[in-house]
């Protein structure tokens, strides 16, 4: 067995228990993931109530929500490099910083145009943050919990729409200017930023990459302070082999590839699901009102679907994890597709919503532990901004689809999607319980 002087500062962080520092840090980034959510949520309600209150045909709603996505995929790939470069903490808080107040800028909006600048910018800085927030989550978790530490800060996901759902139900659906409102609230990031800069430790791994070894050292003994030595995991880990080369080098090309599949797929089929069903119940005769609440509903199973995949993720496996979601989220969207009662409608969303967000939690946890240190920030990056490709296509590619074929070739779209995503995520590389490189 290594002895503390033996163990390197990762090792000491991998076989800790988790501690108060653990949970203040995944509640700290979980708070900022919550708050993006909440604003990607947040449009889905407004562009279903600008349709109403601007008269705007389903090609401006569209790019309105489809400007955002461009603004992600930009973010995420100079957001995963600028980590590796100045270290997580600071772009995870300059990025809160930007949406936020881009997100404030949003609810002055004087015209469509101007709306689409503002959710550009939005767009730059929530792509930025989401691949860094579980980055910097993941080279801290201890390796036993490592994969559900992550699964857990995705979760935070569902408050943020939930709490984008009760706003759209009582704010964005109250009057013309409920959409204002709506934005105004989620303006809250841009104070969080200041929360984050102060209070969040930066990734042990990325200052030693860096050569700031007194920091990193201050940084482990603080963790190690709040644990107790009877706790620590004595268990000697898989090792990876070393691996040379960039994110498409000959080692990682293979992994990269798959990544980026389920990324792209998993995007189309659920930001084009998520932020149109509004819209879409509207146009099947329901109220504005009544099509928010049947979204409220919808949203309210994303919560369990997070905890069972928290569960599964150090049960079963990374992979096995995210293709069950996976499968699960392709049968659901055909369901969803076929439903016309109001009862198989909230049925199929909820199905939907459980299998999804439990796959994007597994996506997340499963992104970090594919690449080491010194490229780990650029490849969950660069796998998200290829993912915000479907993204941006998403919105767009509704309306001709649901013109041929309706409802059912919408949903029948995203399912084929899950379903290819199903194929690529099990060619993945299983970690649970590899230490990271």
Not at 176 to 203: K, N
Not at 274 to 284: D, G, R, T, Y
Request: with cysteine; aromatic share 12%.
């Amino acid at each position: 067995m290594n002895t503390d002087q033996q163990l390197t500062r990762t090792e000491r962080l991998d076989r800790l228990p988790v501690t108060p520092k653990h949970k203040r840090l995944l509640v700290g980034s979980g708070i900022g993931w919550a708050l993006d959510a909440m604003d990607i949520g947040l449009v889905s309600f407004i562009i279903a109530a600008l349709a109403v209150h601007w008269d705007l045909d389903k090609t401006t709603t569209s790019w309105i929500a489809s400007v955002g996505f461009i603004g992600m995929a930009i973010g995420a790939s100079l957001g995963g490099l600028l980590a590796d470069k100045i270290g997580r903490r600071q772009v995870f808080a300059a990025t809160l910083l930007l949406y936020g107040l881009a997100t404030g800028a949003s609810a002055l909006a004087w015209s469509v145009a101007s709306l689409i600048v503002f959710r550009f910018l939005v767009g730059l800085g929530l792509g930025a943050e989401l691949p860094v927030a579980s980055t910097l989550v993941s080279e801290f978790s201890p390796r036993k919990v490592r994969g559900r530490m992550v699964v857990l800060l995705e979760a935070f996901w569902a408050v943020g729409w939930i709490l984008a759902a009760v706003i759209g139900t009582f704010v964005v659906a109250n009057g013309e200017t409920g959409w204002r409102w709506g934005f105004a609230i989620g303006a809250l990031p841009a104070l969080y930023a200041i929360v984050v800069r102060l209070g969040l430790p930066e990734s042990v791994r990325f200052l030693e990459s860096k050569g700031r070894h007194d920091e990193a050292e201050e940084i482990v003994r603080s963790f190690e302070a709040e644990a107790d030595p009877a706790n620590y995991d004595t268990t000697v880990p898989a090792q990876e082999e070393s691996i040379q080369g960039g994110i498409w080098g000959a080692a990682l090309r293979r992994r990269t590839a798959a990544f980026w599949t389920v990324w792209f797929c998993v995007s189309l089929s659920y930001y084009g699901a998520f932020i149109w069903i509004p819209s879409l119940l509207v146009e099947q005769g329901f109220s504005l009102v009544r099509s928010f609440t049947f979204t409220l509903i919808i949203t309210l199973a994303q919560l369990p679907g997070y905890a069972v995949a928290a569960w599964l993720i150090e049960v079963w496996g990374r992979r096995t994890t995210l293709s069950v979601f996976l499968a699960g989220s392709a049968v659901s969207a055909f369901g969803f597709g076929m439903a016309s009662a109001e009862w198989q409608i909230i049925l199929a969303g909820c199905l939907l919503s459980f299998f999804n967000l439990g796959a994007w939690g597994a996506l997340y946890a499963i992104g970090p532990e594919l690449y080491p240190t010194a490229i780990r920030a650029t490849g969950t990056g660069a796998g998200a901004a290829f993912g915000r490709i479907g993204s941006i296509l998403a919105p767009l590619v509704v309306p001709p689809v649901l013109a041929f074929g309706g409802s059912a070739a919408v949903f029948g779209v995203f399912a084929a999607a899950f379903l290819l995503a199903c194929v690529a995520a099990f060619t993945l590389p299983e970690q649970k319980g590899v230490a990271l490189a």
